[in-house]
């Protein structure tokens, strides 16, 4: 069920207003039983890469852009490592109207590209970081009439929250811990008003303990300060300055959680791990979440027998090169029985 079927009474989506949709959320709670064994926890992840642009970004998008319809914007624009303006791009299509994103020059994936631009959006590519994009985009949505669709826009997170809504719906309780990659830092504020609203509602179930992780190279809330050149394999979370860093940072602390830096190895490693031995397939930013707990494990940040969900915020689709480049090479031969059957046997 979509979250506008499923929550939006808990939606600043008044009844009669247009709603652009694609059907988001609903997504898998899959467990991890080769992981769970392995660490002495009970882990499940939450397959956002089955959302209908193949990330998370869609259930924000869908009120973010119903909004802007609402309102009579006739532009919608966002800075973006590559999932947000696939999504922008995707539901301004559907609202009929104009995207433009602006994205860092040879540092979005491949896959995330294609969308923004098979969307229809006016797609620039900047040389410069995403960070400089964002104070760009800031200026354009104060001089212009159109919607800033970044994590910036709170209704952004108010359609995020709906994440943490359906764990808990799913589990029929809070998990212990929730591991969650962190960019820009709206996913992890949204993820924890989406718990502290459903614990309000429900009473029953806890917040749980909210740990969000950076790449080592683009880690500004691990360090304390913004990182001018920000540099990861995870381009999705290649992020210097988090527009929501403050907001994020209070909540992971408060829940008795916190943030950490995780290395391009343990990210590329986790990545692996999940498509190997799991038979999930996401994207490196993603793979960030179970990287970091298998580091809070063995930290001793989290205890034999909880109960954990890893955001797993797109598709490894999304990234094609990153993908093929650490694979096995292809085997190639001519269409000859026996040969094809050596290769396969050996
Ligand atoms: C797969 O698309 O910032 O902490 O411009 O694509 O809410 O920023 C993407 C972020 C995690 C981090 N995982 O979320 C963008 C963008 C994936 C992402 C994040 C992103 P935030």
């Known amino acids: 069920m979509s979250i506008i079927e499923r929550y939006r009474e808990f939606l600043p989506l ?3 207003e247009p709603i652009v949709t694609l059907g ?18 009970d882990v499940r992840v939450k397959l956002e890469g089955s959302n209908p642009t193949g990330s998370f970004k869609d259930r924000g998008m869908c009120v973010a852009v119903s909004k802007a319809m609402q309102e009579g914007a006739a532009a919608v ?13 995707a539901y301004a299509a559907r609202a009929g109207l104009r995207a433009a994103v602006l994205v860092p020059e040879g540092r979005i994936a491949r896959g995330k590209l294609a969308q923004a631009l098979v969307h229809g959006a006016r797609v620039v590519a900047i040389d410069g970081s995403f960070d400089e994009a964002l104070d760009i985009v800031r200026v354009l949505v ?14 952004r997170l108010e359609g995020q929250k709906t994440g943490a809504f359906e764990i808990c719906d799913e589990l029929g309780r809070a998990p212990d811990v929730l591991c969650i990659p962190v960019g820009n830092a709206g996913n992890v504020s949204a993820y924890s008003m989406g718990f502290t609203e459903y ?4 009473r029953a179930p806890k917040v749980p303990r909210l740990y969000g992780f950076q790449a080592a190279g683009a880690a500004p809330l691990v360090s304390g300060h913004p990182v001018e050149r ?30 950490a830096a995780v290395t391009d190895a343990e990210i590329l490693d986790a ?3 999940l498509a190997r031995t799991e038979g999930i397939f996401c994207e490196p930013a993603s793979a960030a979440s179970v990287a970091g707990l298998i580091a809070r494990v063995g930290s001793g940040d989290i205890s034999p027998g909880e ?16 993908a093929s480049a650490g694979s096995e090479g292809l085997i190639r031969l001519p269409a000859d029985y026996d040969a094809i059957e050596d290769a396969i046997l050996s």
């Open 14 to 16: 008044p009844d009669g």
């Open 24 to 41: 988001e959320g609903g997504t898998p709670l899959v467990p991890l039983p080769g992981l769970s064994e392995r660490l002495g926890v």
């Open 77 to 89: 624009v966002c800075a973006s490592t590559g999932n947000t303006s696939a999504s922008a791009a």
């Open 142 to 155: 104060d001089r212009h009439k159109i919607a800033l669709v970044n994590s910036l826009n709170p209704f």
């Open 199 to 202: 614990h309000q509602r429900e």
């Open 230 to 259: 920000p540099e990861t394999v995870a381009t999705a979370i290649r992020i210097g300055k988090p527009a929501r860093g403050e907001q994020a940072l209070s909540a992971m602390n408060d829940s008795g959680g916190g943030v």
């Open 271 to 273: 990545y692996r791990l």
């Open 307 to 322: 109960l954990v969900v890893c955001v797993l915020t797109g598709t490894g689709l999304k990234d094609p090169d990153l």
